[in-house]
């Protein structure tokens, strides 16, 4: 199905930004980027999203492997006992001393769908054979696994931060690559105004998520 994603600005990355712009999925790739007015008369019969702020390529999670296997994501029935964010350090070594499998995976699979909510598409590995839960919940969840693009950062620094802008990078160094006619369909949509803005709230400002064409996260 062809579905036009529209939003006030869009920033493909590597190219100029589009003001009242829309990017066009068909099925899992991008078909059109252009203005919204535009790509609607060429599009006549696609399915119209219409978003607030501001869309950009979905983003890239460097920590990834440490916010899934060095931290404790609660399950929502655990919050009055231990909140609703990320336990890492001593929080997450107390509980890992007595966590087995099934709760271990359970972790994993929230902390990759919270990661969709920032965003995120495309996760920083290794994801090694030796964690065959880890790579199962990870395959399931859609997000794409990529090398790291360098000298990965010191997971220490922002603890359990899903934020992929925790680290001070720009748009350019955190997406997972520019928006390009053809590729895959890998979106971000979050209620900002600019750039700066998103860099400044934060990726938490998310309301829309795309994977591969599927809308796997929005806001409510």
Do not use: K, N
């Not at 720009?170 to 600019?194: E, I, N």
């Amino acid at each position: 199905m062809l579905t036009i994603h529209a939003a006030p600005l869009v920033l493909p990355v590597g190219a100029a930004a589009v003001a009242d712009g829309a990017v066009v999925v068909d099925g899992d790739r991008i078909a059109a980027i252009g203005p919204y007015e535009e790509v609607a008369a060429a599009y006549p019969a696609a399915r119209v999203r219409r978003w607030p702020g501001l869309l950009t390529p979905g983003l890239r999670q460097v920590r990834a492997r440490a916010l899934l296997t060095r931290c404790y994501h609660p399950d929502p029935r655990e919050a009055d006992e231990l909140g609703e964010l990320p336990l890492w350090g001593e929080g997450f070594v107390r509980i890992a001393a007595t966590m087995d499998t099934a709760r271990r995976a359970g972790s994993v699979r929230r902390g990759l769908q919270r990661m969709l909510r920032h965003g995120t598409t495309h996760v920083v590995g290794p994801f090694g054979a030796e964690e065959p839960a880890l790579r199962t919940a990870l395959a399931r969840s859609g997000l794409t696994a990529v090398p790291a693009p360098g000298r990965a950062p010191d997971p220490s620094v922002s603890g359990g931060d899903l934020d992929p802008f925790a680290y001070g990078g720009d748009l350019a160094a955190t997406a997972h690559g520019p928006l390009t006619v053809g590729d895959r369909a890998d979106l971000a949509v979050f209620d900002v105004p600019d750039e700066e803005a998103l860099r400044t709230g934060g990726a938490g400002r998310c309301v829309a998520t795309v994977l591969a064409g599927r809308l796997v996260h929005r806001a409510r």
